[in-house]
């Protein structure tokens, strides 16, 4: 049912991530892969606004390289869009500006937060009213970190990604990250690890079908104990990631011997996530990286998910 008054402008938020463990199963006959993933939101946010228009069009600005985001039909946050108006059989359109904090094609979801603060900011506009669930499901559609994008916080998702279980985080964990001045093809970089499997079949054990977060990773969270976290943090995406770009080794021997506990490329890269002790180590850190010329951020993490901002 759509709203008598509706607003002229809604603004809506959603986090990037950072997948602390990430596990990935065997190539399945679709082509796809199952996973294990802890997710952790952390504080870069995308910032979306929906004004009401006739059709469907984007903008995008931000603070981050913007050259490889589409302003067509196939931006994600368009899909979003039309996604939510074709299920609630809504019959207009949305102007949507996209301010982007988050790498692009970083590894770190900002489409997918893009996707979520879309969902969140057009059901608002429109007056739609759709159950928390059914975003939930067009979510998953839209792509397998969108739902993470919208729900926030630490939670596992095994499945394409997209089934989430919470996980208890306690406290706060901080983060350095740097950024790249390129992006990385996610199915690139799952094709690597394809071949870099076959080529080693003979020498490692195969992957599993169904795989699983470590325990320990859970129990790290819980503690809310970055010692123990730094001790988890694992990867599987993260060599061949290397292997299509071998410069992010010397940027996470850089940050671990500028006092980083530990790196890790961040999803299918190319951004590199630095876990610090705490907040001085964390400023430290970012000083010294700065310094040598890297373009890098700090953020607190978990923090919550899709949010609307203002009505």
């Known amino acids: 049912m759509t709203s008598a008054a509706a607003p002229t402008m809604v603004h809506a938020k959603a986090p990037g991530k950072i997948n602390v463990f990430l596990k990935v199963g065997a190539l399945a006959e679709d082509g796809y892969h199952d996973v294990a993933i802890a997710y952790q939101a952390v504080s870069l946010y995308e910032e979306v606004r929906a004004y009401p228009a006739d059709d469907f069009s984007v903008t995008v600005g931000g603070t981050v390289e913007l050259s490889r985001v ?65 975003m939930l499901a067009l979510a998953s559609q839209l792509g397998a970190d969108v739902p993470f994008a919208f729900t926030g916080g630490t939670a596992i998702g095994t499945g394409r990604g997209d089934q989430l279980s919470p996980a208890l985080a306690k406290g706060q964990f901080q983060w350095v990250l740097a950024l790249a001045d390129f992006g990385l093809s ?99 850190l970012q000083i010294a990286l700065s310094a040598a010329r890297l373009t890098v951020v700090r953020a607190i993490g978990p923090v919550h998910g899709a949010r609307l901002v203002t009505l």
């Not at 609630?88 to 893009?114: C, F, N, Q, W």
């Not at 080693?200 to 790290?220: E, F, G, K, M, R």
């Not at 500028?258 to 996530?273: D, E, F, K, M």
Request: proline letters at 6%.
């Open 70 to 134: 589409p302003t067509d039909a196939t931006n994600i946050a368009i899909k979003a869009a039309r996604l939510l108006a074709r299920r609630t059989g809504y019959r207009g359109g949305a102007r949507l500006e996209i301010d982007k904090h988050v790498p692009v094609t970083g590894g770190m979801g900002g489409g997918s937060a893009d996707a979520a603060a879309t969902l969140l900011a057009c059901d608002a506009l429109w007056g739609t009213e759709l159950p928390r669930d059914e």
């Open 186 to 284: 996610t199915p690139a970089v799952y094709s690597e690890l394809d071949s870099h499997r076959d080529r080693h079949a003979q020498d490692i054990y195969p992957a599993d079908v169904a795989p699983s977060v470590d325990a320990n990773v859970l129990q790290a969270l819980r503690a809310g104990d970055p010692h123990m976290l730094a001790e988890t943090l694992y990867n599987d995406l993260q060599a061949p990631a290397l292997h299509l770009e071998p410069s992010l080794a010397g940027v996470l021997e850089l940050g671990e011997e500028n006092g980083a506990l530990a790196g890790i490329i961040s999803g299918s890269g190319p951004t590199v996530a630095f876990l610090a002790a705490d907040l001085d180590s964390a400023l430290e």
